[in-house]
């Protein structure tokens, strides 16, 4: 039989392949709430603007609560012949309340109600991203707080180049989520525009105030073209970019922590609440969440280069080709708040291991920078030469299987002239670190100056 909300002009129901194509149902009840918040502050409107009854609006506004709380209840009957949530909905109404229900879709259509329900979900995981970054940098900020002044390796190849401190190492981190968080509020802060009024694409003729029932549902304003208010989802576009970039920055995270609690590294050690064993080898501990977060980026850019797809050849307004969109961007967001919770538990219980960190720190000739600025600062020399200097005394220690400060002032004097023994004080990691002073320096005192910065950010 014909459809109940559209079938006047229809003779015959759907194929059961076009039903299972077109009907949306099976994902789109995930926006129940959101769908019924929107309804009840289009009823109130129509109330206020005398297009609806008090009667009829309360009614409408009363029979919604009763169908949200069956849908939150799970004994809500879903039907994939009604198509969407909005249908689903509205057929509930209707055997609820009866004849009002009929009412509620005056002056409003499918698309600007879709446009409105999607942006609130939306909205509602960008403050959840919100919440999750902001406990993933305290949980950093923690880390950095113990270990200010712990000197680890720092890394240019992850060949070791110049120690750093591990509060300077997890700060760069705060640093990158801190620019997620901003993205994120940027992003919420543009799309706060309400679809709904827009009605079908051309806005209504009917008294509607869009004021009303932007301000009900918490957006800034209602969105000043109608045309546009039905097709655009750069909303969901802008989510999903920023959560694309902050999910690289977790996978990033997450790489060096699997190479960091590798047998070879020893730099943390995971709790055993964020890794996992082998079946067959007793001695495993594998770094899984991070290995997990580190692939989640697929899936997330993977959502954002399909929605992309699914939007650049539509002309205005609503195509079908827009249901698409929510699958990508709900699977998105739920592996988002899990790879930020999962980063943020691992963050929280790891152990950086302050003495690996510390003889890892001196290895690798990680001091041969302080050398060659000590012979320019100290003896006068040149950088360029300075720098050949320190490479033929890298040489030299590199051949004798020691490090550069085991070689003797005779050694040094050998190589050139000039060089006295105050050249030590500079080859020991603490000083190295201590000396990196400039703005934003690996020293202490700057890492502790960008903590205490992130706690005031934070409050
Ligand atoms: N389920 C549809 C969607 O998700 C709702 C809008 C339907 N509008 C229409 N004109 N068929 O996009």
């Given amino acids: 039989s014909a459809n109940q909300m559209w079938g006047g002009r229809f003779s015959a129901g759907p194929d059961a392949i076009m039903e299972a194509i077109n009907a949306s149902i099976s994902f789109d009840q995930r926006m129940a709430a959101q769908d019924i918040a929107g309804s009840r502050a289009h009823a109130a409107m129509l109330a206020a603007t005398g297009i609806l009854s008090d009667s009829d609006a309360q009614a409408i506004r009363k029979g919604l609560l009763t169908v949200l709380s069956e849908i939150e209840g799970g004994t809500f009957q879903f039907s ?14 209707k055997e609820v309340i009866g ?38 940098i305290r949980a950093l900020l923690a880390q950095a707080e113990a270990g200010a002044d712990w000197v680890m390796p720092g890394f240019t190849h992850l060949q070791t180049a110049q120690p750093v401190t591990w509060g300077h190492h997890m700060m760069a981190y705060v640093e990158m989520f801190g620019r ?32 009303m029932t932007a301000s009900a549902l918490g957006f800034d304003r209602p969105a000043a073209n109608s045309l546009d208010a039905v097709s655009d989802r750069d909303f969901a576009l802008e989510f999903l970019g920023a959560a694309s970039i902050c999910a690289m920055h977790l996978s990033r995270f997450a790489e060096e922590l699997v190479i960091w609690s590798s047998a070879q590294f020893r730099f943390v050690t995971l709790s055993d609440r964020f890794s996992t064993g082998s079946s067959i080898m007793p001695q495993k501990k ?30 205005l307004a609503y195509s079908k080709d827009m249901q698409e969109d929510k699958e990508q961007v709900f699977d998105a967001a739920d592996n988002l708040m899990l790879a930020l919770a999962a980063m943020e538990g691992m963050v929280r219980d790891m152990t950086a291991n302050r003495a690996n960190l510390a003889a890892a720190a001196g290895s690798g000739f990680s001091t041969a920078t302080d050398l060659a600025d000590w012979l320019v600062r100290v003896a006068g020399i ?11 005394l890298v040489g ?17 004097q050998s190589v050139h002239a000039d060089i006295t023994a105050d050249v030590f004080t500079v080859l020991g990691v603490e000083n190295s670190v201590a000396s990196r002073t400039s ?13 205490a910065r992130w706690k005031e950010v934070l409050g």
């Fill in 99 to 136: 004849e009002p229900a009929g009412r509620l879709h005056t002056g409003r259509s499918r698309n600007d109600q879709v446009a409105t329900d999607f942006k609130l979900w939306v909205r509602d995981q960008i403050d959840a991203a919100i919440q999750g970054l902001e406990a993933l």
């Fill in 180 to 211: 997620d968080l901003s993205r994120m509020r940027d992003a919420r802060a543009r799309m706060n525009e309400c679809p709904l009024g827009a009605a079908a694409l051309a806005g209504t003729s009917f008294p509607i105030d869009r004021e």
């Fill in 80 to 93: 994939a012949s009604l198509e969407d949530i909005h249908m689903n909905v509205e057929a509930r109404l």
């Fill in 439 to 451: 703005y934003g320096g690996t020293a202490p005192d700057q890492v502790r100056a960008q903590i």
């Fill in 286 to 315: 594998n770094p899984d969440a991070a290995e997990l977060i580190r692939a989640k980026i697929g899936r997330i850019f993977g959502a954002n280069v399909a929605l992309m797809m699914v939007m650049k050849g539509l002309p």
């Fill in 382 to 392: 040149p950088f360029r030469d300075a720098h050949h200097v320190t490479g033929t």
């Fill in 396 to 412: 030299m220690a590199e051949a004798r299987g020691c490090d550069l400060p085991d070689l003797t002032l005779e050694d040094m």
